[in-house]
């Protein structure tokens, strides 16, 4: 089985920062893309931002010069820095990666259990 949990959420005033992380474990041969998604209340989950092994990253338009994404292979692990926060930012923030397990013929894809920003005005 894997767990991915994520960390780091929390509440913070517009134009603040925050920086999530998201630990996978379990029995892990690879993880491909990671991602980002968070949820709104009353709204649909959107993905916010993606990054591949290679380190490749794409991002919504509406976080586009404000968060970045990376992660650390060694560590199983990926980080969403978000930065000049705004209100509309708030909701519930969740990992999602691509994950090949040890004895497996196919990727599987897992979430996490979701971490909370608040974005006061």
């Known amino acids: 089985q894997v767990h991915l949990v994520e960390s780091g959420g929390g509440l913070v005033q517009a134009g603040g920062s925050l920086r999530l992380s998201c630990a996978a474990s379990g029995n892990i041969f690879s993880i491909s893309d990671m991602r980002w998604y968070r949820q709104a209340p009353g709204k649909e989950r959107e993905l916010v931002a993606r990054?591949?092994?290679?380190?490749?990253?794409m991002f919504a338009d509406f976080v586009k010069g404000r968060f970045t994404i990376s992660r650390d292979n060694d560590k199983k692990t990926t980080y969403l820095q978000m930065n000049s926060l705004k209100p509309e930012d708030t909701g519930v923030y969740y990992c999602?990666?691509?994950?090949?397990?040890?004895?497996?013929?196919?990727?599987?894809?897992?979430w996490g259990q979701g971490t909370t920003v608040t974005v006061s005005s």
């Open positions: 999602n990666c691509d994950v090949w397990i040890l004895g497996n013929t196919d990727w599987t894809t897992y």
């Open positions: 990054i591949t092994r290679g380190g490749s990253a």
